[in-house]
Every structure is written in structure tokens, then in C-alpha cells.
T-cell receptor
């Protein structure tokens, strides 16, 4: 197994466009997390899934954000009507135990 | 609120020397996990070391060790025999087991530069 993968690695979009990111977790991991990291800050929790169920969402996750994990495998994070403030690194992590989260390389979003 | 504070935005150390990164946290819970993650430039976050709050013994992983002071809510990372590959951002993080669900709370990070 090659670890957590994310696609794309970089995304440049114009304000108002929709974007979708994909995360493929480590295969035996039932937990999947999304975090957002802005420049000079630590990652902030956005949402998490156990299998296909979305169990928690941060207040950071506005109505423009939606995440899914169909069949408990890969996950997608969609941002509708992007704003410049959405520019950040979006990190995905997966785990079998909550105290052992493995991170992917991230998707860097730039909204122009 | 659960918070993590890293008061050293940047640090520098000579190769082969020892450096200590500081971290304090705030929680009213008694059971939690503490972590140090390393994020090299343009590379993904890697778990360096983990400490369970119920364990009094400090965790060690090769050249990395922690000084866990539960009463003081302090969790510092010591890197011995620093290597150029240790250059990275280091994030302190924790999971309180009751209130936070599964989410990690991170500090703002310490940028460590190892000088040759």
C-alpha cells in the first residue's frame, strides 16, 4: 500500500467556480478526515467519516462545502462558488484508530 | 476550548546538536493523546511521536523524545543528533478522547532549520 493519495495536487480556479478534490485512503482504514491548512497555520479540522457515515462537521465547513465518502472508500470534497478565502492546502488523512492518522500530500487550492 | 500553543515560530540548530521544541495545551479532560507531526517543505505530514496521557513514561522514537508534564500541560519535543533531513515545520497536536471525537487540534507550528 502506498499511503493516502490526493488528486489533484494543485488547483487554480477563478472565483465563483466549483472545484472537487479526491482522497484515496489507506485501504484498510475506516476513518477518513479532511483538514484545511492556510499559510503559517496548523491544519484545522473540517469533517470526518467513519466508513460512509459523515460523523462530524466543523463550523468552518460552510454550506458551500460538501464532502462524501460513497461505499466507505475514497472521499470527495467539493467547494461551490469558490472565494479567495478558500485558498489553502486541503489535507486528507485516514486511520484505523483515531490516534494514528496518516496524512496525504494535500491539494493546494488557489482562487484567483 | 481545546487549544495548542507553540510559542517558538522558528528555531535553528547546528547539525549533530540537540534542540527542544516547546508545546503547551489546554484541556479539561484527563484522557487524551499528544502528537508531534513533521511537515518537510512541500512534502506531506508525518507522525513523529505519540504520547498517551495516561502513561507517565515519556515516549521515545530513535533520536526523538518527549518531555510530557501532565500537570503543567506541557509536551516538548527533543531532537538529538540533528540531521539536515530534520529541517521542517513541526506541529504539536492532540486528541482529547471524550469531547473532540476523532479530530486533531494542531498548534501553529515551529519552523526548524538544521544548519550544516
Amino acid at each position: 500500500d502506498t499511503g493516502v493519495s490526493q488528486d489533484p495536487r494543485h488547483k487554480i480556479t477563478k472565483r465563483g467556480q466549483n472545484v472537487t478534490f479526491r482522497c484515496d485512503p489507506i485501504s484498510e482504514h475506516n476513518r477518513l478526515y479532511w483538514y484545511r491548512q492556510t499559510l503559517g497555520q496548523g491544519p484545522e479540522f473540517l469533517t470526518y467519516f467513519q466508513n460512509e457515515a459523515q460523523l462530524e462537521k466543523s463550523r468552518l465547513l460552510s454550506d458551500r462545502f460538501s464532502a462524501e465518502r460513497p461505499k466507505g472508500s475514497f472521499s470527495t470534497l467539493e467547494i461551490q462558488r469558490t472565494e479567495q478565502g478558500d485558498s489553502a492546502m486541503y489535507l486528507c488523512a485516514s486511520s484505523f484508530f483515531p490516534y494514528e492518522q496518516y496524512f496525504g500530500p494535500g491539494t493546494r487550492l488557489t482562487v484567483t | 476550548a481545546q487549544t495548542v500553543t507553540q510559542s517558538q515560530p522558528e528555531m535553528s540548530v547546528q547539525e549533530a546538536e540537540t534542540v527542544t521544541l516547546s508545546c503547551t495545551y489546554d484541556t479539561s479532560e484527563n484522557n487524551y493523546y499528544l502528537f508531534w507531526y513533521k511537515q518537510p517543505p512541500s512534502r506531506q505530514m508525518i507522525l513523529v511521536i505519540r504520547q498517551e496521557a495516561y502513561k507517565q513514561q515519556n515516549a521515545t522514537e530513535n533520536r526523538f523524545s518527549v518531555n510530557f508534564q501532565k500537570a503543567a500541560k506541557s509536551f516538548s519535543l527533543k531532537i538529538s543528533d540533528s540531521q539536515l533531513g530534520d529541517t521542517a515545520m513541526y506541529f504539536c497536536a492532540f486528541i482529547p478522547l471524550v469531547s473532540s471525537g476523532d479530530k486533531l487540534t494542531f498548534g501553529t507550528g515551529t519552523r526548524l532549520a538544521v544548519r550544516p
